[in-house]
């Protein structure tokens, strides 16, 4: 149903955001992978994402702590195929340490890759979406959107500040055909989760099923990882036509996490 639309999905070369850039090819539509990653293999995910949409997809290396590459980015996907049509907000890192030890340079960083480069990605992309009268915005935002966790202050507070610009623009866009959602998961199985486990099983002694029951998923009821593929298949219901009510919302998918 996303045939001659196209998206931009930042940080989509591993995890979450991969998930949501097939989902969206799957569809038919034009992808613009972001992300770091070594040359080969994001050139094998450019080929399949291709062959799958139908549509040659492209890779950006813009580094979202750098807001002229963030509009090059917007720039060159608007030159390809017009639009983009579809932002999804996804490119995020985390730092863990309490507020007297929290470097100020991850503060920075995290600011910047977590919240701010979202702010640029929608500056750059709302013309273009409001010139042809459709949008879908979808950032991937947390748990930590709506409660906190001790020595996660930047996350925490990324991600709670993701959530307000998000209701911002929506209302902005409210009459324009586009929409502004935050989709917030709990833990969900990702590399970035799963290379957490051998350190703490060293760290404290403990199994990895230890870890991943009494540690990772300590705080969601359900006791399950959030999976890539859910992610992704509730960020492609969003881009649907029924799902145009549906704005300045920030949604969960965690397991019950929030409801405690
Ligand atoms: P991941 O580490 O698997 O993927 C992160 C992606 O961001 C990679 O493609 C990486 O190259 C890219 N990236 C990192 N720094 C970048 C930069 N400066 N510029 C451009 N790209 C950059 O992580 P993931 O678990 O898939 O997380 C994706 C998003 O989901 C993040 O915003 C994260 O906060 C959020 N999230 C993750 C979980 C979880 O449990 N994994 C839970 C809630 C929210």
Redesign the pocket.
Known sequence: FLKGKSAIV?????????AIARALAAEGAAVML????EADAIEAIRGELSVASGADALHD?????KPDEITAMVDRAHAAWGGPDIVVN?????YVSGIADFPPEKWD?IL???LT?AFHMMRAAVPHMRARGWGRIVS?????SLVASPNKSA?VAA?HGLVGLTKTVALETATDGITVNCI??????????ESQIPDTMKARGMTREQVMNDVLLAAQPTKEF?T?EQIAAFALFLCREEAKAITGANLSADGGWTAA
Do not use: R
């Open positions: 930042t940080g989509s070369t591993s995890g979450i955001g991969l972001n992300g770091f990653g290396g813009a580094d979202m702590t996804n490119a995020g890192i985390q960083a910047a890759i977590n480069s991937t935002a947390s748990a930590h996350y991600k917030s998961p709990g833990y969900v199985w990702t590399p970035l989760v959030v890539p």
